[in-house]
Structure formats: structure tokens, C-alpha cells
């Protein structure tokens, strides 16, 4: 089991930047591809963006290409989300997952993902 929490959300303004946190406890960290989703109601979870294990391989969806950064601290079994030029649509419930699993083709699946926190709340106001 791995167990998963998020930190960092809070409200912003447009334009404004935000660090995401993921925090892991459990089997070996170091295993896990993770990645970053986000929801809003009456949404289907959306890929945000994906890190594999060794942290080599980093993958964004196109919304947040050039304005998210993920990154990943095995020592302290953390990932990032460095989020800059925040704009209102990125106003979402964000989630980390972890993928023993992973493969560049399915990195943006929440199917491929086996475990997940609860969630942080960002909102960006315009």
C-alpha cells in the first residue's frame, strides 16, 4: 500500500504561482511512476502532467505545458508541482496518483494509476 497526501492548494490570483506537494508513505516510493490530475464538478478527471520513477521522464498535458513543472525528491518521498501563470480555468480539486505500472503511452490514464490522495483545492480568481 502507499499512501498519499496532498498539500499546497489555496487561492490565488491569475497570474499568480503555486507549489503542489505529494507526499508518500508506504512501500517503496522510488517504484512509482506519479502523476498529477485535477477535477472540477461535474468534470472527468483531467492528466495534468506525469513523472516517471527516476524522475527522467516528465510528461504535461498541453493546457499547462510551458506554465507547470513536475519534479520528484526520492530521498524525501515527495513529488512537486510547480504551477506559474495560473490562470481562473486551472481552478480545480488536484490529485497525485501513483503507478507501479507505468508506461509513457498510459501516463496520462487515471486507470493507469493505482493509488490516489484526496485531494488539494486550487482556485484562481480572475
Known amino acids: 500500500q502507499v499512501q498519499l497526501v496532498e498539500s499546497g492548494g489555496g487561492l490565488v490570483q491569475a497570474g499568480g504561482s503555486l507549489r503542489l506537494s505529494c507526499a508518500a508513505s508506504?512501500?517503496?516510493?522510488?517504484?512509482?511512476?506519479v502523476g498529477w490530475f485535477r477535477q472540477t464538478p461535474g468534470k472527468e478527471r483531467e492528466f495534468v502532467a506525469a513523472i516517471s520513477s527516476s524522475g527522467n521522464w516528465r510528461h504535461y498535458a498541453d493546457s499547462v505545458k510551458g506554465r507547470f513543472t513536475i519534479s520528484r525528491d526520492n530521498a524525501k518521498n515527495t513529488v512537486g508541482l510547480q504551477m506559474s501563470t495560473l490562470k481562473p480555468e486551472d481552478t480545480a480539486l488536484y490529485y497525485c496518483a501513483a503507478s507501479s505500472r507505468f508506461s509513457s503511452r498510459t501516463a496520462g490514464l487515471a486507470t493507469a494509476y493505482d493509488y490516489w490522495g484526496q485531494g488539494t483545492q486550487v482556485t484562481v480568481s480572475s
Open positions: 508506504g512501500r517503496t516510493w522510488s517504484n512509482y511512476a
